[in-house]
């Protein structure tokens, strides 16, 4: 499969993830449980979470996209799928149930997960490994906002 159409199917199941995450969420922002949750004073406007997701996924549709052109195997498809799990499921577990501390893990996971690829994959990616940052520094300020929601409520 050439570049183009792997970068295509990788938008589209990365899209897809934001839009079933944004569905399991169930208006988690805007419910009155989010609302009186002590946040962060660093807490972003609420569009920046969109405008931060759709640059992350962009870019990590890239990454991949040339990562799976530089090799191909089952390895880096079970990462991709541990990521696409522990994205989707923070929405659930966070705001659909409230469960501040499993969202902390799931997030920790997440990070650590992409800080290895980060890591592993340099070597074959080389410049093109820039494209993971993104997600990587998204992951730091969401364990930032997540921490201190568990730690203050």
Known sequence: ??????????LVI?????GLG?????????????????KA?????GWVFGFAWTTV???????????????????????FLIQFVLNVSWNYVFFNQHYILLGMINLILLTG??????????PQLKIYTLFIL???VWMI???SLNGYILFTN
């Open 14 to 18: 990365n899209f897809g993830a934001l």
């Open 113 to 122: 997960l992409i800080a290895f690829m980060t890591f592993k994959f340099k």
């Open 141 to 143: 300020v969401a364990n």
């Open 57 to 79: 996924m962009i870019c990590f549709s890239i990454f991949m996209a040339k990562l799976t052109e530089a090799k191909n195997n089952s390895t880096i498809i079970t990462l």
């Open 134 to 136: 993104p997600y990587f």
């Open 22 to 38: 944004a569905y399991l969420m169930n208006d988690g922002p805007r419910t009155t449980w989010y609302a009186n949750l002590e």
């Open 41 to 45: 004073p660093w807490t972003p406007p």
């Open 1 to 10: 499969m050439k570049f183009y159409a792997r970068l295509i199917l990788f």
